[in-house]
């Protein structure tokens, strides 16, 4: 038997001012997952996390809470809770109060709430705060505590919202473990929204990329990754290679003049396709070894490896390689077969968003 | 529903703010001399408010002081503030202290006692007296409009300009000015306004030869209200209108600019 | 040369403007017209008539500040929450009144509150009593509260407006209701605002006597007018020096308590 969503979002749409910000927009979330909402500023995710707390009203379509229509319902009527962006602590209560808030609201003994408190200090490691003031806390700790005040009103679904935008790179990767951590402990629902892919791939159970208020792709972070839907998901996803190509036949793909043997199959006969290979799936050789020659025209050493630009085919390949190649050798580039990833080219905007709807 | 509710609250408390402000705008206009009846339109109290040599000089007296205290404690407040960031922390805290006195004390207070001090050092009060009792009311105005500014300023941009060879003077005028120039500015407007405004201070440190508008409108009221007053106070109104929307025009288009 | 020197315009005023005149009002306060030192003119405050004036000034400025408080918290939330483009327009008109010269507009409302006044032609009109509160206290009250409503609206406003959107949404997300989020949540944060809007309205209120005067029709005695009197008609400039030193230390007392309740209520944010 089908799990049931424990939340869906039935064709939403939603425009601010007159412009469209989700278009008919369909969402089911199961229970325990760890979703993560991706795009660029403007796709709609926020909006969409806005309408499941209850902020925001869609202009037409559901939301659904277990098979219950809570689209009407007020923000604290729901078994909903959020981690705002910019935290939102209220300044005026000091960490103990903060976290409180909500248990109090819902009038729970004190001992329970004492407790409560203890033990959400405790999970976001910032035990022994209780007394101190919001402002003298971190960005990072302020964080935890935002997450902390969340969580302690057992909500069912827990929503983020890029809760770590404000925090440096280091401070950022740290909370990511964290959260996962949270999220094991906690057995409730994380629906987290970011723009930043590294952040989604590393953290969530499935990525839902989306841009202009569509759904571009949803799967795995392995799915999202490796097998990139459209040329908008290649490019956001990583650093990517995407080239005009045409399917010759079956496996067979024809790039800057060059054929390639790929593995995918049934896009027809002398079809124009786009065609994605990262820049880690570029090895590199001597002239003549591969399948195009061509020759480095810049080298930069980025930490793990060497960034390059080669020139070849007319076509300037972004590679990356543990072993760097001075700027101006030349050198030939292959891909194997499995790297190489076909996609369809969308005719129109429209088109594009309507194949994606399916 | 709540919406309509929020609307009749706002129109109540508009009407509550305006009908005073519209009912002498009405009555300004009657021909009679008589607030009860309307007699017919015309200009009468206008022509009489003009040719009335009381209400021009008042007129003029507190437009003349309020330009002359609010330039003078623009001057005096901006090199107070470059001189107070120059002093430790703890003195100019003490000074920036004292600058709150006559801000928080009564007016009723500040008059009397500036007046008694005009009197003890047998200093006759005049025009001269109400200037300096403005200007010493309008210091802290511009000082607290000014300060933050001078706190906010980058530092190194004078020292800067004094790297790449330019005087101090130099530096200040060119460097340093244009950046706290709207404290100076609002500060400036501010001094205006609440000299405009002034009633109390003015009535104890004023002689008997001269009055301002505040004065005037108070000695006359007391008397039994004249219809030149309503059109007095329509002229006033009208002239607040109109530069406040000119001054919100402004500063928006500036603000576009700077966008 | 140190810049310090830029300072001493500024400290000459304050000297002679600000410090040296509470020193002659101090002494004033404490002589008699001879010049000996005397305590009478401050206990002058426990006679009837001018501890009567006191406590109505007293009474009447508490009142006209409770009703400021009452109407511009309101309207600065629904302010705050009109989505109207305009909000800026809106402000704009009720802040609009503050430049309009006070007097002039206390004396608009002698003109609304006559016995044949406006409001009473009207009243008679929709065949209503009239209404008869001009030269009553209740007439000062109305005039404090014109007077000085602007000046609660503005600091208030700014203080709302300045309170994050988020801190409000996510008391209702942890199940706040809507007083619970006024309660714990947006009125102690708009304390800055409450306090300033009450300084600026107590004290003048407490200390006028214009608006007694214009009002209140000479039969509205406030501590402020019994000072006037003093240093106008009545010329006994120690008595009147001393009772506004008495005046002066019940203003400080409740600026004292002002500042109290400003820092209960932002203790913790600070």
Known sequence: ?358 | MKKVLKGIYLALIILFLYLPIFTLMVLSFNEGKTMNAWTGFSFRWYREMFSNRTIMEALGNTLTIAFWAAAAATVVGVMACIGLNAMKEKHRSFFMGLNNIPLLNADIVTGISLMLSFLLFGISLNYGTVLFAHITFCIPYVILSVMPKFRQLENHTFEAALDLGASPAYAFFKVVLPDIMPGIISGFLLSFTMSVDDFVITHFTRGAGINTLSTLVYSQVKVGIRPTLYALSTVIFAAVFVILILVNIISNKREEKRA | MSKKIFSGPFLAFMLCGTIIPLGVIAYYGITDRSGAFTFENIKAITTGEHWEALMLALMLALISTVICLLIAFPLGLILKDSKLGKKGFMVFIFILPMWMNFLLRTMAWQVLLEKNGIINQVLGFIGLPSLHIINTPAAVVLGMVYDYLPFMILPIYNALIKIDKNVIEAAYDLGAGFRQVLQKVIIPLSVPGIVSGITMGFVPSLTTFAVSNILGGGKVNLIGNIIEHEFTTGSNWNLGAGLSLVMMIFIVISMALIEKFDRNGEGNII
């Open chain 1, 1 to 358: 038997m089908r799990q049931m969503a424990l939340i869906e979002l039935v064709d939403i749409s939603k425009s601010f001012d007159g412009e469209l910000v989700l278009d008919e927009f369909n969402l089911k979330i199961k229970e325990n997952e760890f979703i993560t909402l991706l795009g660029p500023s403007g796709c709609g995710k926020t909006t969409t996390l806005r309408i499941l707390g209850g902020f925001e009203t869609p202009d037409t379509g559901r939301v659904m809470f277990q098979g219950e229509d809570i689209t009407d319902l007020a923000p604290n009527k729901r078994q909903i809770n959020t981690v705002f962006q910019k935290y939102a602590l209220f300044p005026n209560m000091n960490i103990a109060e903060n976290i409180a808030f909500g248990l109090k609201i819902s009038g729970k003994s004190k001992e329970y709430i004492k407790d409560k408190v203890k033990y959400a200090l405790k999970l976001v490691n910032l035990s022994g705060y209780e007394k101190r003031s919001v402002d003298s806390l971190s960005g990072g700790q302020q964080q935890r505590i935002a997450i902390a005040r969340a969580i302690v009103n057992e909500p069912r679904v827990l929503l983020l919202d890029e809760p770590l935008g404000a925090l440096d790179l280091k401070l950022r990767q740290e909370m990511q473990y964290e959260l996962i951590r949270l999220k094991n402990e906690l057995g409730i629902t994380f629906l987290y929204v970011t723009h930043d892919q590294e952040e989604a791939l590393t953290m969530s159970d499935k990525v839902v990329v989306m841009n202009q208020g569509y759904i571009q792709q949803m799967g795995t972070p392995e799915e999202i990754y490796n097998e990139p839907e459209n040329a908008f998901v290649a490019d956001f996803i990583g650093d990517s290679n995407i080239i005009d190509g045409v399917m010759m036949e079956d496996r067979i793909v024809k790039i800057c003049g060059c054929v390639f043997p790929c593995i995918d199959e049934g896009f027809g006969k002398k079809k124009p396709v786009d065609v994605v290979i990262r820049p880690e799936d570029i090895i590199i050789g001597k002239p003549g070894e591969g399948i195009l020659d061509g020759v480095v025209t810049s080298n930069v050493f980025i930490g793990v490896h060497y960034e390059m630009c080669i020139e070849a085919g007319g076509f300037e390949w972004l590679a990356q390689n543990t072993v760097s190649y001075p700027v101006g050798q030349k050198v030939s580039i292959r891909v194997t077969p499995e790297n190489i990833q076909i996609m369809n080219k969308p005719q129109s905007e429209d088109e594009e968003a309507l194949a994606l709807d399916e």
